[in-house]
């Protein structure tokens, strides 16, 4: 974990307790690669997922099993993350050798099932069976759009209907799904269970378009993410769709069906910069932002309320 | 299917109704790649698993879910056979175009996922929470042995114990679990489920042995995998650990540390086939076969312990 939790004192040591969870399981049967899993675990990042789990639960009155489930959430975002340095051929990821690249793609893909099969055995022991289902069911969908967004690179699709689909059932569905089965699990009533969902769901909306707006945008050194990386991996993010409708004639030239020089990836972020789109998502993501904060308004007056406020003021803050 | 069912008449459209289920389940969701996961459906083999499954259920009483719970199992399966040939980088599976072939690691490994989260939307749908963990666990127990199995390829271990271990926690848990499942989803009475537990792993092992010994003995048109292939992945089965024990010194010095030449191959082959360890195995899957003939005759006597004496039969007759 890493220090952006550091103002939060009530979740922080909650946190610790779900990351020693993950240790635990990773450590367990024996696995012949625990300790490079356990490394990857260790070099996780904020861990926003269980997080938002957490406070979730805090709406209801039931506490048992939640830091297990909170654990699997996050074993799944680590399962993914092995299996896409698989298919990026990454060899590190937060400073660590891949898994990858240690031990090659057989031990790779195999512990990346591993984890899943580790996460959706958690979720059967410490949650209902219908969020069980949700968790699985939301992991399909992810790997559903991943395929289709795969199968669209570089043809530059340019419908904001369909980005807003794409994103919807990536991380805002992730993100409504961890809150959703935070205050389920808890016995929250379900008036709020709902407007949880919403909420998470909203924020995963403005966190991402904010994502795809600073790949456009970021000095290299403020993000782990180089500029330029969606258009160099011909993905069509919001930013480029509203440049294209408003100066398609300049840029559709510079878009091929294949990998782009780097000097037409200078040029494409200099025209979607200077025609205003970055300024138009960003309305987008205002309205998500604003959407969210209507939605946690009417939640009740707990501290979990005061806490999840405050961790969207922190996600959305760029965008706020 | 094929026509390995072909006596089974009870049994026959029973699978045939799960495997429509499995149709469904791809052809849902507006999955991007449903044709391709269909062909592999299509094609796919004896569907053993779900047959263990559904035979099971029938000396219980409840029937709801069953078909739906045989798919499940046999959804895992595809899953694993797709990232198998990511691993392998196949480029064909029973005739038909692998997955990694036509569309890259990328979709295969998204694919094999989104298959092992339907499959666990099912196990949660229609099974006990104790049963979906029970199916999670075994996969996880899978993918371990896999990952051992790979990191002692061509360290020739030789010991019978650590050989059975694997199996055990391979085909035999497989086979076993399928039993297991289908008679407690279906209400068997408990010591009718642990009996045919015990049943499904001492066929796992006797079909799992009979199988590395056809490795060493069958003619290249006997069956699908062309002989010696373990030896040339160089992994240590049952004949080869029994041949070292008696005949080390004849075979150790053609045994390398990466894959050996075609001639080493042929000399390995026939020093274990001449030295009687293909007959010595074979006292070892006589054994579990006995042991599993003699948990059958334990069950009550109805038609359904009739039908898995006669699938044990075919299964085995290789070496009964």
Chains 1, 2 share one sequence.
Not at 88 to 115: M, N, P, S, Y
Not at 146 to 167: C, F, G
Request: aromatic content about 6%; charged content about 25%.
């Amino acid at each position: 974990m890493d220090d952006f939790w550091l103002d939060q004192e009530q979740l922080k040591p909650r946190l610790a307790r779900v990351h020693d969870i993950m240790l635990d399981v990773v450590r367990s049967n024996a696995f012949p690669l625990a300790d490079a899993v356990e490394s990857l675990v260790q070099a996780n990042g904020k861990m926003l997922r269980p997080a938002f789990l957490l406070i979730a639960s805090d709406f209801g009155k039931k506490k048992q099993g939640i830091d297990e489930l909170a654990a699997a959430i996050e074993l799944l975002h680590v399962a993914t993350l092995i299996h896409d340095d698989v298919i990026d051929q990454a060899d590190t990821r937060r400073g660590i050798t891949t898994l990858h690249a240690r031990f090659g793609v057989k031990e790779a893909v195999l512990a990346g099932d591993w984890l899943l099969t580790r996460c959706f055995r958690l979720a059967s022991e410490h949650s209902s069976p219908a969020n069980a289902r949700l968790i699985a069911q939301l992991l399909g969908s992810i790997c559903s759009e991943e395929i289709h967004q795969d199968m669209e690179t570089y043809l530059w699709p340019a419908s904001v209907r369909n980005y807003l689909r794409k994103i919807s059932g990536k991380t805002a569905a992730l993100f409504g799904m961890a809150l959703r089965v935070g205050a389920s699990e808890s016995k929250a009533m379900s008036a709020v269970v709902s407007t949880l969902t919403r909420v998470g769901y909203n924020v995963g909306m403005a966190f991402q378009i904010t994502d795809d707006i600073l790949d456009f945008r970021a000095s290299e050194g403020d993000m782990r993410k180089p500029v330029g990386k969606d258009l160099r991996e011909g993905l069509c993010t919001l930013p480029l769709i509203l440049a294209l409708a408003s100066n398609a004639a300049a840029l559709k030239p510079l878009l091929g069906d294949g990998p782009m020089g780097e000097a037409n990836v200078a040029n494409v972020l200099t025209l979607v910069r200077d025609c205003g789109a970055l300024e138009h998502a960003k309305t987008f993501a205002s309205a998500y932002t604003k959407r969210a904060i209507l939605e946690l308004d009417r939640l009740p007056d707990v501290r979990a309320k005061h806490e999840l406020r405050h961790l969207c003021d922190k996600l959305l803050g760029r965008s706020w």
